[in-house]
C-alpha cells in the first residue's frame, strides 16, 4: 500500500473510516465535456495470515459539490 502515497503525493491522506486505506480528490479535466470531480478510497485485502490478496477502490463524482463549493468562496469553477 505504500505506493498509493508516492504516486498522489500530497493530494492523498490516510482514510477516517476505512483502516489502511487512502484517499483522494482531484480533476480530471478530460473526463466529459468540463471534467469531473472524483473522491476516491483505496485499500488493501487481505487472507487471514495477512497477505496481500487484492484491492478494493471505491470512485465517487463529486462535481456536483465542488462547483456548489467553489461557487460559495468564489473560485472558479475547474481545478481548484
Not at 32 to 38: M, T
Not at 48 to 70: H, I
Amino acid at each position: 500500500m505504500s505506493l498509493i502515497p508516492q504516486l498522489y503525493g500530497e493530494k492523498c491522506t490516510k482514510s477516517r473510516l476505512v483502516a489502511g486505506a487512502f484517499e483522494s480528490t482531484d480533476y480530471f479535466p478530460h473526463l466529459g465535456k468540463q471534467g469531473r470531480w472524483l473522491h476516491f478510497t483505496a485499500a488493501v485485502t487481505r487472507d487471514d495470515e495477512g497477505n496481500v490478496t487484492g484491492g478494493v477502490e471505491t470512485l465517487q463524482d463529486v462535481t456536483e459539490l465542488k462547483v456548489a463549493q467553489n461557487m460559495v468562496e468564489g473560485n472558479s469553477v475547474d481545478r481548484s
